[in-house]
């Protein structure tokens, strides 16, 4: 990618690495519409709304160790909420989260804006799913914005 000038001439998908690799969550609040949708790979239904999302990403953040993107690819995909295509980006990386390497794909959609309207998330292998879900779900009862389990 050539070197831009500016944040005039920065992508959505370049503004938001960067705030993800400055962990500048009110950065991320500016690109995330407020009914954004997020959906993880430990969990069928997506997370709703920008306030649980900045709340994730606050325990995303937080979380994971050594976290990187290392690639990208752009171009436009069919959104889960209503098959319409959009502008879009896939951002690979790599990370650690409960004692686990994790190599993982960020697949983002832009709203007419630039700002990121959904969000999903793969990652590899199985065991890192367990590791990262487990982590994650710690860190949302850890800040409140979930219950905690019930014990069984």
Do not use: C, N, W
Request: no cysteine; net charge negative; hydrophobic share 40%.
């Amino acid at each position: 990618m050539q070197s831009m000038e500016g944040e005039h001439a920065m992508t959505p998908a370049d503004r938001f690495r960067a705030a993800v690799d400055r962990r500048d969550l009110s950065a991320l609040d500016d690109l995330f519409t407020d009914d954004i949708r997020f959906y993880s790979p430990v969990k069928f239904t997506p997370f709703e709304g920008k306030p649980m999302v900045l709340g994730l990403f606050g325990v995303l953040l937080r979380k994971f160790e050594d976290f990187r993107y290392i690639g990208d690819h752009t171009g436009t995909a069919q959104t889960s909420t209503d098959g319409s295509s959009a502008d879009s980006a896939v951002l690979l990386f790599r990370a650690t989260a409960g004692g686990k390497e994790i190599h993982g794909v960020d697949l983002l959609h832009f709203d007419d804006a630039g700002r990121i309207k959904e969000f999903t998330v793969m990652v590899r292998p199985r065991s890192a799913v367990h590791a990262l879900g487990e982590t994650v779900l710690a860190g949302l009862v850890e800040d409140g914005l979930v219950p905690a389990p019930a014990e069984q």
